[in-house]
């Protein structure tokens, strides 16, 4: 019997006031979430504008524009197998996406590593984006103030501005560049535009409509690298000598909250081979899982390299990696897209040149590098 096709999962976050439901009352009137579930942590604290128009079995609801909606009673992973129960038998109708909105004060990063780890969900699930709102009146003040609004921000595929009518032109243009700072990848939408549903949730790794992989728009690595090439020549004696320190990453004056985080590209040109990758990732897993915000790439696998291998890890959970029948475009190299939290960008760096030239090079300058790494001191002695 061939295995169910997965269903879609969006994340909506973002911090105290945002503006999550005002967003939700958008999204929910569009076509993409017609066939959709919607979950929710309390309808006490979210005042939906639409008519909720019939009950359906339990505490399910179904809303004017017809997708269903329900609360987050307990454990995430039991109200998802309730509702993968009545959908397989036929209690509910089928649903295509389920779009689950967190509270205010929510870490994304439980959610998904509950989605990617859980033997039965990872199979019937895929997360298509994460998608962080963020209030440009009060925003700034918030990341300040707030780490799980830091967070938000770095793991998000989406960001939407709103109150950008409410908010000083410089004051928008100042929280840009700094969540840029902090997650380079993500698109921004703002809230005044004209909303397109299928825009914004459907930034995963596979196009709804063609069922390919769209791995350039997925990771969007090239803004990534296009910011490196800037800074290396912008900063070029400093860069030539590797005199500059991880806090000094971003901007000659960073603000000192979000200069913990730190999102780079890591690229090789040359295959992989699959033991230097195991290894690179057992390190990546070996620090201290909450820094490890978000992973996403493409590996050239020195074994298969007609068959790129796609992976995606969110702090110690690093999914299942996906092989491709063929590489989707032109672009042949391996790319990995990381967002740490207080791990400096030049070891990983270092650690990630001497796995990906070969397998444990013999060279003393390479054995040095692997032996002497900070990362290895938190993997417990793996290269030992």
Same mark, same amino acid.
């Given at each position: 019997?061939?295995?169910?096709?997965?269903?879609?999962?969006?994340?909506?976050?973002?911090?105290?006031?945002?503006?999550?439901?005002?967003?939700?009352?958008?999204?929910?009137?569009?076509?993409?979430?017609?066939?959709?579930?919607?979950?929710?942590?309390?309808?006490?604290?979210?005042?939906?504008?639409?008519?909720?128009?019939?009950?359906?079995?339990?505490?399910?609801?179904?809303?004017?524009?017809?997708?269903?909606?329900?609360?987050?009673?307990?454990?995430?992973?039991?109200?998802?197998?309730?509702?993968?129960?009545?959908?397989?038998?036929?209690?509910?109708?089928?649903?295509?996406?389920?779009?689950?909105?967190?509270?205010?004060?929510?870490?994304?990063?439980?959610?998904?590593?509950?989605?990617?780890?859980?033997?039965?969900?990872?199979?019937?699930?895929?997360?298509?984006?994460?998608?962080?709102?963020?209030?440009?009146?009060?925003?700034?003040?918030?990341?300040?103030?707030?780490?799980?609004?830091?967070?938000?921000?770095?793991?998000?595929?989406?960001?939407?501005?709103?109150?950008?009518?409410?908010?000083?032109?410089?004051?928008?243009m100042g929280l840009e560049k700094r969540l840029r700072q902090l997650n380079p990848t993500a698109p921004f939408v703002l809230s005044r535009d004209k909303l397109d549903g299928d825009a914004l949730l459907h930034s995963g790794l596979y196009s709804p409509r063609e069922k390919s992989p769209d791995v350039s728009r997925w990771l969007n690595a090239d803004a990534l690298l296009a910011r490196h090439e800037e800074q290396a020549a912008g900063r070029g004696h400093e860069h030539?000598?590797?005199?500059?320190?991880?806090?000094?990453?971003?901007?000659?004056? +960073?603000? !000192?909250? %979000?200069?913990?985080? #730190?999102?780079?590209? *890591?690229?090789?040109?040359?295959?992989?081979? $699959?033991?230097? =990758?195991?290894?690179?990732?057992?390190?990546?897993?070996?620090?201290?899982?909450?820094?490890?915000?978000?992973?996403?790439?493409?590996?050239?696998?020195?074994?298969?390299?007609?068959?790129?291998?796609?992976?995606?890890?969110?702090?110690?959970?690093?999914?299942?990696?996906?092989?491709?029948?063929?590489?989707?475009?032109?672009?042949?190299?391996?790319?990995?897209?990381?967002?740490?939290?207080?791990?400096?960008?030049?070891?990983?760096?270092?650690?990630?040149?001497?796995?990906?030239?070969? +397998?444990? !090079?013999? %060279?003393?300058?390479? #054995?040095?590098?692997? *032996?002497?790494?900070?990362?290895?001191?938190? $993997?417990?002695? =793996?290269?030992?």
């Amino acid at each position: 019997m061939q295995a169910p096709e997965p269903i879609a999962i969006n994340i909506l976050t973002g911090f105290l006031g945002a503006g999550k439901t005002t967003l939700l009352n958008a999204l929910v009137k569009q076509a993409t979430l017609a066939n959709a579930v919607v979950l929710i942590n309390e309808f006490g604290e979210v005042a939906l504008d639409h008519l909720l128009v019939e009950g359906v079995e339990g505490e399910m609801i179904a809303l004017s524009s017809g997708c269903l909606c329900c609360t987050i009673r307990g454990e995430l992973v039991g109200a998802l197998e309730n509702l993968l129960r009545r959908r397989d038998n036929g209690r509910i109708r089928p649903f295509d996406r389920v779009l689950i909105e967190t509270t205010g004060l929510a870490d994304p990063a439980p959610i998904l590593n509950t989605l990617m780890l859980h033997p039965y969900l990872s199979r019937r699930f895929t997360v298509d984006a994460v998608v962080t709102v963020v209030d440009a009146v009060n925003g700034a003040a918030t990341l300040d103030a707030h780490e799980e609004a830091r967070r938000q921000a770095a793991m998000a595929d989406r960001i939407v501005l709103t109150k950008t009518d409410l908010a000083e032109p410089s004051e928008v243009m100042g929280l840009e560049k700094r969540l840029r700072q902090l997650n380079p990848t993500a698109p921004f939408v703002l809230s005044r535009d004209k909303l397109d549903g299928d825009a914004l949730l459907h930034s995963g790794l596979y196009s709804p409509r063609e069922k390919s992989p769209d791995v350039s728009r997925w990771l969007n690595a090239d803004a990534l690298l296009a910011r490196h090439e800037e800074q290396a020549a912008g900063r070029g004696h400093e860069h030539d000598h590797g005199h500059r320190h991880a806090a000094h990453f971003h901007d000659p004056d +960073p603000n !000192r909250h %979000d200069e913990r985080i #730190q999102a780079f590209c *890591l690229t090789s040109e040359v295959p992989v081979k $699959a033991a230097a =990758l195991d290894l690179f990732f057992q390190l990546l897993r070996a620090i201290e899982p909450a820094r490890l915000l978000r992973l996403k790439g493409i590996v050239a696998l020195a074994e298969r390299v007609d068959e790129p291998l796609v992976v995606h890890g969110v702090q110690e959970v690093i999914h299942e990696p996906v092989r491709l029948s063929r590489w989707p475009d032109a672009d042949r190299r391996t790319r990995l897209v990381l967002i740490l939290e207080g791990v400096g960008e030049s070891e990983v760096r270092k650690l990630w040149n001497a796995l990906s030239a070969g +397998p444990l !090079r013999s %060279d003393v300058a390479d #054995q040095e590098v692997l *032996l002497n790494n900070p990362l290895k001191k938190s $993997a417990g002695g =793996l290269l030992a």
